[in-house]
């Protein structure tokens, strides 16, 4: 399993941004570079690197493939899973063995939380926020977001049923466990938290935190 955080704000017409998204040699490139968003052009290129280091795997080959849910996969692999998130000045890729899914966030740039908790929280999860005050009960949002969200990823069967899950069980669990999966939570700066998911008897390492994008780039 490699899970990695890349915190460096990502410029597309930087010598290094460059030289991450020439790494990009998926078989529809084409389509993938033609999102705008700077970080998930980040996050194709980080994946890519990582395929390249851990399983020496000629993507080039291969298309990044999105089912009917959003889920993303290696066209024709199935021994080989992934999950991307980003988020203003931050990407997160998890690639493994087995279903695995990532969620990172930047609290900095989420419009309205309160909105979102009343409109799609479990009523339980909302009564538990409801004994915080409100620095501690937006970094509980965020946990509880980023766990929903990594879950809907891991899953792939879209985020609706997981917002309607009531996570307060695995909060309060010392194993981030529920059932039959499990979490890891990560609060990578006092605005940036991250979440993976995985099946409960499958570990989640701890992330590799990326501060300098050309140096991880020259360590092959």
């Not at 024709?76 to 000045?89: D, E, Q, W």
């Not at 799609?120 to 004994?131: A, M, R, S, T, V």
């Not at 009960?137 to 309607?164: C, D, H, V």
Request: glycine residues 4%.
């Amino acid at each position: 399993m490699q899970y990695i955080i890349l915190t460096e704000p990502i410029h597309t017409d930087s010598p290094v941004a460059k030289e991450l998204f020439q790494r990009i040699r998926f078989s529809n490139k084409k389509s993938l570079l033609a999102v705008r968003f700077h970080e998930r052009l980040a996050s194709y290129g980080v994946l890519s690197v990582l395929l390249e280091r851990v399983y020496h795997f000629n993507h080039s080959e291969q298309e990044i493939f999105y089912d009917e849910n959003g889920k993303p996969s290696l066209s024709g692999v199935s021994n080989i899973f992934f999950s991307i998130s980003h988020t203003k000045n931050a990407v997160a890729v998890v690639l493994a063995e087995h279903p695995i899914g990532v969620d990172v966030e930047n609290s900095q740039f989420r419009r309205d939380p309160h909105r979102i908790i009343r409109r799609f929280f479990h009523q339980n999860e909302i009564n538990w926020l409801d004994h915080f005050a409100d620095d501690q009960k937006a970094i509980n949002f965020y946990r509880l977001w980023t766990m929903k969200e990594s879950l809907g990823k891991m899953t792939g069967i879209g985020m609706l049923p997981q917002l309607q899950l009531n996570l307060i069980p695995a909060l309060s669990d010392d194993d981030l466990t529920l059932e039959n999966m499990h979490w890891r939570l990560d609060q990578i700066d006092p605005n940036l938290y991250a979440a993976c998911c995985a099946p409960k008897d499958k570990p989640i390492i701890i992330p590799d935190i990326i501060t300098n994008l050309g140096d991880w780039l020259k360590n092959e």
